[in-house]
């Protein structure tokens, strides 16, 4: 993956034609191909598809977790950020043996930062996402959502670029789920962060991204990317949203379409 400058017309992510195989008992299995994808700077995208589809492979392309086979991969994170990407998980991943407070500065310890700008930096980043009294406690006192709001503020709290997110909220009950999702909007709007989501929730999906790209097939290929067109705030199952919604539904349950002799990606 290579880093490159960021300018005011340039994307912070770039992808053009991502291929990415391995191979397993002698046989090749190509699971990504040909996917081409430009995330703008403070754009909220999320990826949906299929389970298997090469959703959260991507991310681990980005995260320089796995290494594609072909095409292009360039990141310009903003300068002023501290790092290019932090990464927030389906599973929260705290550390039982810690509290919270620490979890969330847990990232942060192998920087310059001394001990107390570290513990301050992380109460920041705990308050942002309304957690600023649980510091104290330990993982196994919170609930699932407590926990992966906690899994948030550590990836804020390194104050990255680009927050990646691979389906956080997919183990959570409804309630929780929709609570968590206006969080994040609000925490958008008021960090200006580019989010890369995905999940296979394209409710979810539509209901919080400026943009969502539709994965299918196999190898996975970008089938749609579509623009919502419904300004903020936003009414959760609007009559648009849900048009939204069965129109991607409809992108990913559609065949390739052809141009020439080829698919187009």
């Known amino acids: 993956m290579e880093a490159v400058t960021q300018t005011a017309a340039a994307p912070v992510i770039h992808i053009a034609g991502l291929g990415l195989a391995f191979e397993q008992d002698g046989r090749r299995t190509q699971v990504l191909q040909g996917l081409d994808l430009d995330v703008q700077p403070g754009e909220f ?8 589809v090469g959703k959260s492979t991507l991310l681990r392309v980005l995260m320089d977790l796995a290494a594609p086979t072909s095409g292009t991969v360039r990141i310009a994170p903003d300068p002023a950020a501290e790092r290019p990407m932090a990464m927030v998980f389906q599973d929260a991943r705290l550390l039982p043996w810690r509290r919270v407070l ?41 609930s699932g959502g407590q926990r992966q709001r906690v899994a948030l503020a550590r990836a ?16 959570l009950d409804v309630q929780t789920r929709e609570s968590l999702q206006d969080e994040l909007v609000r925490i958008r709007r008021e960090t200006g962060k580019t989010i890369l989501f995905v999940t296979h929730d394209i409710d979810e999906a539509v209901y919080m991204a400026d943009r969502v790209i539709a994965l299918a097939g196999k190898p996975g290929e970008v089938r749609a990317a579509r623009v919502i067109d419904v300004p903020r ?22 065949e390739p379409r052809l141009r020439g002799a080829d698919f187009v990606i």
């Open 102 to 142: 620490a979890n969330v500065a847990f990232g942060l310890e192998k920087t310059k930062l001394g001990k107390t700008e570290r513990l301050q930096r992380a109460r920041e980043a705990l308050a942002l996402v309304g957690l600023a009294e649980m510091a104290d406690r330990w993982p196994h006192q919170l």
């Open 233 to 254: 705030p936003r009414k959760r199952g609007s009559i648009r949203l849900n048009e939204i919604a069965q129109e991607v539904k409809a992108d990913i349950s559609s």
């Open 156 to 171: 804020l709290a390194v104050r990255p670029s680009i927050l990646l997110m691979d389906e956080p909220f997919s183990a």
């Open 45 to 52: 995208v999320a990826i949906v598809g299929a389970s298997g």
